[in-house]
Protein backbone atom coordinates (compact mmCIF):
# COMPACT_ATOMS: atom_id res chain seq x y z
CA UNK A 1 0.00 0.00 0.00
CA UNK A 2 1.42 3.48 -1.33
CA UNK A 3 1.14 6.42 0.77
CA UNK A 4 0.71 9.97 -0.88
CA UNK A 5 4.05 12.13 -1.17
CA UNK A 6 3.26 14.58 0.95
CA UNK A 7 2.25 12.27 4.22
CA UNK A 8 4.22 12.97 7.48
CA UNK A 9 7.12 11.46 7.89
CA UNK A 10 5.82 10.12 11.30
CA UNK A 11 2.65 8.70 9.83
CA UNK A 12 4.43 6.98 7.24
CA UNK A 13 6.66 5.11 9.95
CA UNK A 14 3.93 4.59 11.73
CA UNK A 15 1.83 2.73 8.76
CA UNK A 16 5.27 0.66 7.61
CA UNK A 17 5.93 -0.36 11.19
CA UNK A 18 1.55 -1.43 11.53
CA UNK A 19 1.60 -3.14 8.03
CA UNK A 20 5.29 -5.33 8.46
CA UNK A 21 3.74 -6.60 12.06
CA UNK A 22 0.01 -7.29 10.04
CA UNK A 23 2.39 -9.07 7.32
CA UNK A 24 3.83 -11.37 9.99
CA UNK A 25 0.93 -12.12 12.05
CA UNK A 26 -0.54 -13.00 8.45
CA UNK A 27 2.31 -15.62 8.19
CA UNK A 28 2.16 -16.78 12.09
CA UNK A 29 -1.42 -17.76 11.39
CA UNK A 30 -0.63 -19.28 8.15
CA UNK A 31 2.48 -21.47 9.43
CA UNK A 32 0.14 -22.17 12.37
CA UNK A 33 -2.34 -23.65 10.54
CA UNK A 34 -0.13 -25.65 8.38
CA UNK A 35 1.23 -27.25 11.26
CA UNK A 36 -2.08 -28.06 12.47
CA UNK A 37 -3.11 -29.66 9.07
CA UNK A 38 0.16 -31.75 9.19
CA UNK A 39 -0.02 -33.08 12.88
CA UNK A 40 -3.81 -33.86 11.90
CA UNK A 41 -2.51 -35.83 8.85
CA UNK A 42 0.17 -38.03 10.80
CA UNK A 43 -2.34 -39.08 13.32
CA UNK A 44 -4.57 -39.96 10.57
CA UNK A 45 -2.16 -42.35 9.15
CA UNK A 46 -1.10 -43.66 12.67
CA UNK A 47 -4.56 -44.14 13.78
CA UNK A 48 -5.28 -46.34 10.55
CA UNK A 49 -2.02 -48.08 11.01
CA UNK A 50 -3.22 -49.01 14.40
CA UNK A 51 -6.83 -50.27 12.80
CA UNK A 52 -5.10 -52.60 10.95
CA UNK A 53 -2.96 -54.19 13.16
CA UNK A 54 -5.79 -54.86 15.34
CA UNK A 55 -7.83 -56.07 12.50
CA UNK A 56 -5.16 -58.37 11.98
CA UNK A 57 -2.98 -58.88 13.98
CA UNK A 58 0.88 -60.42 13.29
CA UNK A 59 2.40 -63.94 14.22
CA UNK A 60 4.15 -64.43 17.25
CA UNK A 61 7.69 -63.91 16.79
CA UNK A 62 9.69 -67.41 16.98
CA UNK A 63 12.78 -66.79 19.13
CA UNK A 64 16.31 -67.50 17.37
CA UNK A 65 17.20 -70.11 19.06
CA UNK A 66 21.21 -71.09 18.48
CA UNK A 67 21.98 -74.77 17.46
CA UNK A 68 23.94 -76.28 20.41
CA UNK A 69 27.86 -76.59 19.35
CA UNK A 70 29.63 -79.13 17.84
CA UNK A 71 32.50 -80.46 19.46
CA UNK A 72 35.16 -80.33 16.96
CA UNK A 73 36.77 -83.90 16.14
CA UNK A 74 40.27 -82.74 16.51
CA UNK A 75 39.52 -81.40 20.48
CA UNK A 76 40.29 -84.72 22.53
CA UNK A 77 38.66 -85.04 25.89
CA UNK A 78 40.63 -85.32 29.06
CA UNK A 79 41.07 -88.67 30.23
CA UNK A 80 38.92 -89.69 33.15
CA UNK A 81 40.13 -89.94 36.46
CA UNK A 82 41.40 -93.41 37.37
CA UNK A 83 39.62 -96.22 39.62
CA UNK A 84 40.78 -96.20 43.01
CA UNK A 85 41.17 -99.67 44.04
CA UNK A 86 40.05 -100.94 47.26
CA UNK A 87 42.09 -103.59 48.61
CA UNK A 88 40.94 -105.62 50.74
CA UNK A 89 42.45 -105.61 54.63
CA UNK A 90 45.07 -108.45 54.45
CA UNK A 91 46.78 -110.31 57.78
CA UNK A 92 50.38 -111.14 57.72
CA UNK A 93 51.47 -114.68 58.51
CA UNK A 94 51.71 -115.73 62.12
CA UNK A 95 54.97 -115.72 63.38
CA UNK A 96 56.64 -119.46 62.85
CA UNK A 97 58.65 -121.35 65.22
CA UNK A 98 59.52 -124.27 63.13
CA UNK A 99 57.36 -126.92 64.46
CA UNK A 100 56.34 -129.63 61.18
CA UNK A 101 53.13 -129.85 61.54
CA UNK A 102 52.37 -125.90 60.88
CA UNK A 103 54.84 -125.58 58.55
CA UNK A 104 52.13 -126.24 55.51
CA UNK A 105 49.67 -123.50 57.23
CA UNK A 106 52.52 -121.40 57.32
CA UNK A 107 53.53 -121.46 53.85
CA UNK A 108 49.92 -121.39 52.65
CA UNK A 109 49.72 -117.69 54.05
CA UNK A 110 53.07 -116.55 53.12
CA UNK A 111 51.86 -117.42 49.29
CA UNK A 112 48.27 -116.19 49.67
CA UNK A 113 49.98 -112.81 50.76
CA UNK A 114 52.15 -112.39 47.69
CA UNK A 115 49.73 -113.07 45.58
CA UNK A 116 47.09 -110.31 46.87
CA UNK A 117 49.79 -107.77 47.31
CA UNK A 118 52.50 -108.70 44.51
CA UNK A 119 53.02 -105.21 43.70
CA UNK A 120 54.84 -104.48 47.09
CA UNK A 121 57.98 -106.86 46.59
CA UNK A 122 60.07 -105.81 43.66
CA UNK A 123 61.60 -109.04 42.96
CA UNK A 124 61.76 -112.35 44.80
CA UNK A 125 64.46 -112.01 46.88
CA UNK A 126 62.01 -109.56 48.72
CA UNK A 127 59.63 -112.35 48.80
CA UNK A 128 61.66 -114.49 50.83
CA UNK A 129 63.48 -111.87 53.04
CA UNK A 130 59.93 -110.95 53.75
CA UNK A 131 59.04 -114.27 54.71
CA UNK A 132 61.79 -114.98 57.33
CA UNK A 133 61.33 -111.84 58.85
CA UNK A 134 58.01 -113.97 60.67
CA UNK A 135 60.63 -116.75 61.43
CA UNK A 136 60.89 -115.68 65.29
CA UNK A 137 61.74 -118.91 67.40
CA UNK A 138 62.64 -122.54 67.73
CA UNK A 139 63.96 -124.73 64.61
CA UNK A 140 62.89 -122.00 62.23
CA UNK A 141 65.08 -119.16 64.05
CA UNK A 142 68.16 -121.35 63.77
CA UNK A 143 67.53 -121.97 60.18
CA UNK A 144 66.91 -118.26 59.36
CA UNK A 145 70.34 -117.44 61.43
CA UNK A 146 72.60 -120.28 59.50
CA UNK A 147 70.97 -118.66 56.23
CA UNK A 148 72.35 -115.44 56.91
CA UNK A 149 75.41 -116.75 58.24
CA UNK A 150 76.08 -118.67 54.58
CA UNK A 151 75.19 -114.76 53.07
CA UNK A 152 78.21 -113.85 55.47
CA UNK A 153 80.48 -116.13 54.20
CA UNK A 154 80.21 -116.39 50.52
CA UNK A 155 78.52 -112.79 49.75
CA UNK A 156 75.86 -114.38 47.57
CA UNK A 157 72.20 -115.17 49.11
CA UNK A 158 71.97 -118.99 49.40
CA UNK A 159 68.06 -118.63 48.20
CA UNK A 160 67.70 -116.70 44.92
CA UNK A 161 64.21 -117.82 43.84
CA UNK A 162 60.86 -118.37 45.56
CA UNK A 163 60.61 -121.99 44.54
CA UNK A 164 64.06 -122.67 45.83
CA UNK A 165 62.98 -121.34 49.10
CA UNK A 166 59.55 -123.61 49.22
CA UNK A 167 61.53 -126.60 48.36
CA UNK A 168 64.26 -125.90 51.37
CA UNK A 169 60.83 -125.05 53.19
CA UNK A 170 59.49 -128.25 52.68
CA UNK A 171 62.53 -130.06 53.21
CA UNK A 172 63.12 -128.37 56.53
CA UNK A 173 59.51 -127.92 58.37
CA UNK A 174 56.77 -130.06 56.68
CA UNK A 175 56.59 -133.89 58.07
CA UNK A 176 59.20 -136.09 57.42
CA UNK A 177 56.87 -138.84 56.40
CA UNK A 178 53.94 -137.54 56.14
CA UNK A 179 52.60 -140.02 53.58
CA UNK A 180 54.07 -143.25 54.92
CA UNK A 181 52.32 -141.57 58.40
CA UNK A 182 48.84 -140.97 56.66
CA UNK A 183 48.76 -144.15 55.10
CA UNK A 184 49.55 -145.86 58.28
CA UNK A 185 46.62 -144.02 59.89
CA UNK A 186 44.12 -144.96 56.97
CA UNK A 187 45.52 -148.69 57.45
CA UNK A 188 44.69 -148.53 61.27
CA UNK A 189 41.89 -147.23 63.70
CA UNK A 190 43.38 -143.72 64.86
CA UNK A 191 41.48 -141.75 62.21
CA UNK A 192 38.11 -143.00 63.43
CA UNK A 193 35.34 -140.79 64.10
CA UNK A 194 34.98 -141.57 68.02
CA UNK A 195 33.52 -138.84 70.13
CA UNK A 196 34.29 -135.86 67.44
CA UNK A 197 31.23 -134.46 64.89
CA UNK A 198 31.00 -135.55 61.82
CA UNK A 199 32.38 -132.12 60.55
CA UNK A 200 35.71 -132.69 62.32
CA UNK A 201 36.08 -136.47 61.34
CA UNK A 202 35.09 -135.08 57.78
CA UNK A 203 38.22 -132.94 58.02
CA UNK A 204 40.53 -134.53 59.51
CA UNK A 205 39.44 -137.39 56.98
CA UNK A 206 40.24 -135.27 53.88
CA UNK A 207 43.32 -134.11 55.19
CA UNK A 208 45.01 -137.99 55.63
CA UNK A 209 43.58 -138.70 51.89
CA UNK A 210 45.59 -135.92 50.59
CA UNK A 211 48.63 -136.40 52.26
CA UNK A 212 48.44 -140.76 51.69
CA UNK A 213 47.62 -139.37 47.81
CA UNK A 214 44.24 -141.82 47.88
CA UNK A 215 42.44 -141.06 44.58
CA UNK A 216 40.42 -144.06 44.26
CA UNK A 217 36.57 -143.38 44.98
CA UNK A 218 35.55 -146.78 45.56
CA UNK A 219 38.70 -146.92 48.57
CA UNK A 220 37.81 -143.49 50.09
CA UNK A 221 34.54 -144.34 50.17
CA UNK A 222 35.03 -147.68 52.18
CA UNK A 223 37.86 -145.98 54.49
CA UNK A 224 34.99 -143.22 55.66
CA UNK A 225 32.60 -145.55 56.03
CA UNK A 226 34.37 -147.57 58.07
CA UNK A 227 35.83 -144.56 60.36
CA UNK A 228 32.38 -143.31 61.18
CA UNK A 229 30.54 -144.21 64.63
CA UNK A 230 28.18 -147.42 63.73
CA UNK A 231 25.53 -145.22 65.04
CA UNK A 232 25.63 -143.06 61.77
Same mark, same amino acid.
Given at each position: MSLPSDTPQGIADALEY??????ELTERQHVSE?????? $? !? !? $????LQQLTQLVANPPPPAVPNTPPPPVPSPLVSLPPAPPVQR???KLSCPPDFNGERHNGRAFLNSCSLYIRLALEQFHNEQERILWALTFFKGGRAAKWSKNVFRQEADTGVFPIQTWGDFEQQFWLHFFPANAEADAINALEGTSYHQGNRTVDDYLDSFQALVSDAGYTDPQTLVVKFRRGLRLGI
Open positions: LQHHLQNNINST $L !A !A $LTVQTRP
